[in-house]
């Protein structure tokens, strides 16, 4: 459930899509070959977080505490002792921001969210830099615009594109500014996505649009595509194929509110002779009521993981303990031990073969009436070097 859905309101080009594109199997099973651990629990409960491996450290970054307010706290966990500690606070309290981590160790903190007696759900320009060390914080040049939901993609050559709101933007870490904003096609929040192999392009998906756009940072343009998603998504996620394919993983519906356990394979044409741009229906997750709000992240034999979100259903919000593992090499799905705990609106992120979850919403029902949502302290880990391809990351085998 993201924050606001149920509290605020949360303010077509043609559709290829392929039915010979086969929807694949019912995911198969790993569940007895894996267990996940619990870790200690965070110091502080939160739910919309976000977070980076920085080092040997995993750096956790604001929230929604119990209090119903935004998290100034920087909760880090030291992944060779599995501690916890709390690190320097943010200059700002926010969630649904962004961070990602830069070449020489810094995080970057973007945009997001805070509370405000005049407008509960303010959006932020600020950004703000943690030391490598984790020895200092300190504001960093603010975004263009307010962005709530904004994405961070770091690119190849260590700069970083901002996506959010009405806009795209480079930040350089070497002069710690943002370039001008390049104009998107459609304003996005709670959106997808995925730096293409070309270096300087990104492609954007979701945030309750069916269209799907390019942002073009050399030309310092978008560009939306003549292919679509069926329907508009928010609460989306996408990784990029190793043919150059972009794989958009559920969501949830804009015309309904309801989760999809449908995948997607966007592919942009080009080619000599070149080919159209086109979506195609990837495998089922086997998820009947659907899933939103998930985390992906990366193994290092370029399979991914799926944590935690929630599915969406007649009678209301259901928080999950889903874990997934993808294939992008033949687009299969395979089941992963669930959770302990459910991790909807939480974060994720990998350490090697070693995949982290913390934090999220908690079901709240007293007698009979859905109170409003808690925060989840839980942490867990789930060791995937039982499955590694031959004990090779770099091996193309199937497992």
Known sequence: MRLGRGWQAIGAACLLLASACATGPAAT????????????NLPMAVFNPASSVSGRRWVVTGGVRSDVSAAREVQVLDLDTRAWALGEKLVQGRF????????????????????????PFRALASCELIE???????????????????????LADGRVVAIGGGIACVYDPESGAWGEGIALRESRGAHASVALPSGDEVVVVGGNKRRIEVVDLGAGRSVALSASLPYALDDTAAVLLPDGRVWVIAGQRADSGRTIDETFVLDLGGGDPPRPTRV????????????????????????????????????????????LLLDPGDLSVRRLPATAVAHDD???????????????????????????PMPVAAAEALDLSPISRDGDPGTADAP
């Open 29 to 40: 099973d790993l569940t007895e070959a894996l267990a996940w651990e619990r870790l200690d």
């Open 96 to 119: 649904n921001h962004a961070q990602v981590t830069l070449e020489d160790g810094r995080v970057l903190v973007v945009g997001g969210q805070v509370f405000d007696p005049e407008n």
């Open 132 to 154: 490598a060390d984790g020895d200092g914080v300190s504001a960093a040049a603010p975004l263009p615009v307010a962005v709530a939901f904004p994405t961070l993609t770091a």
């Open 280 to 323: 195609t229906r990837g495998p089922r997750l086997g998820i009947a009521e659907g899933l939103a709000d998930h985390r992906v992240v990366g193994l290092p034999d370029g399979r991914w993981v799926v944590v935690g979100g929630e599915s969406d259903t007649a009678s209301g919000d259901v928080e999950r303990t889903t874990a």
């Open 346 to 372: 939480a974060t994720a992120a990998a350490d090697g073969w070693a995949v982290y979850v913390t934090a999220g919403i908690a079901p709240s029902r007293a007698f009979g009436v859905r109170l409003p």
